[in-house]
Structures are given as C-alpha cells and as structure tokens.
C-alpha cells in the first residue's frame, strides 16, 4: 500500500481542463458581489448608553456624598460650649472605662428584666428611684462643667454609677425572690 510519493508524482499527468470562455467575468461578477455587499448595519443601543451614564453618576453621588452629621447652626459661644462639655469618660481614658462599663451594666440590668402583674410595683419603684439618680448624674455632669474637675465630683459621679448598679441589682435579687414565693404559693394552691 504504500508508495513512494516521488514515484506516483513522477507518473502524475495534469489534466487539461478548458475554462469556460467567460470564466473571467463571472469570477469578477462574483468578487464585486462578495466585496461590495453591505455590511449588517450595528443596532445602535443609545437607551444602554443613557442608562450606564446615570447609573455611573448615581454611584458617584453615592461614594461623594457626606456622610458625617452636619451641625445645625450654633453661635460661636455655642460651638465653643458643645466643644469644652466635659463628662466623667472624657476626663481620661481610665474614667472613660469606669463609665462606659457601669452604664453598659445598668443598661443590661435593666433590659434583662421581666415585667408582670405580680412585680410591677416593685419594679416602678426601684425605676423611679434609678431615674432620680440618673437626673442627679446630669446635674453633676453639669456642675463638672461649671466648676471644673475636682474630686469631690468624680467621686460623686462615680458613687451614682456604682449605687445605680446596686440598685438594679437589689431588685433584680427581690424580683427573682418574689418570683420564688409565687411559683410556691402557685405550687401549693395546685396540691
């Protein structure tokens, strides 16, 4: 089956073959026709274009807006007042720990309790009182501001902190007794 390629070219014969006599003109018809067909014209999407436009400029007043508060109009003395308000946290770092635990602490106490029928008194009372001394800490936030910094105010402030605290959790300790006494005055009403 195999042959040598040199061989079989050797022995190959081209055939004559006569073109057509208007073979020249049919092949030029045929190439105008093929050059100078119409290019499919591109559909012209201008409503994409107006859209990716105002979505590009809708991102970018998104990103550039500002996003810090923006301070109503205050009166220089006003500005210079909201600037020099000093608070028990912001006298130094270690106050500023003191603070933010105890208020933390109260602010959990107090969402952690259960209010019902049988402890709403109770629990109305320990509140009221809270909220007398949470007014008391802003009147001594107050006075830090107009007398300055001084000890008999820091202990103050921090004396409400930790009495609040001790509060909150005195009832949490009377409300959890009271709870007791009525699951066994519940329970022995049921035998």
């Known amino acids: 089956m195999q042959q040598d390629i040199k061989k079989m070219m050797t022995d190959y014969k081209e055939e004559n073959r006569a073109l057509s006599s208007n073979h020249s003109q049919k ?6 026709q093929k050059m100078h067909r119409e290019k499919p014209k591109k ?3 201008t409503w994409l274009s107006i859209a990716a436009s105002v979505v590009l400029l809708i991102s970018l007043a998104i990103k550039f807006y500002p996003t810090h508060n923006i301070t109503p109009n205050l009166t220089g003395t006003e500005i210079e007042s909201a600037q020099k308000e000093i608070s028990l946290g912001s006298i130094s770092p270690e106050f500023n720990t003191i603070e933010t635990y105890y208020t933390n602490s109260i602010n959990l106490t107090i969402s952690e309790l259960e209010i019902t029928e049988n402890n709403k008194e109770v629990l109305e009372g320990y509140l009221n009182k809270i909220a007398e001394l949470t007014q ?21 402030l921090m004396s409400n902190l930790q009495l609040r605290l001790q509060l909150l959790q005195r009832l949490k300790k009377q409300l959890k007794q009271l ?3 009525n699951t066994k005055q519940h329970e022995t009403q049921v035998l």
């Open 27 to 32: 092949f030029e018809k045929l190439l105008m």
């Open 43 to 45: 559909k012209h999407y």
């Open 136 to 156: 008391e800490y802003k009147s001594l936030t107050k006075e830090l501001n107009t007398k300055g910094v001084n000890d008999a105010t820091i202990d103050a």
């Open 179 to 181: 709870n007791n006494l």
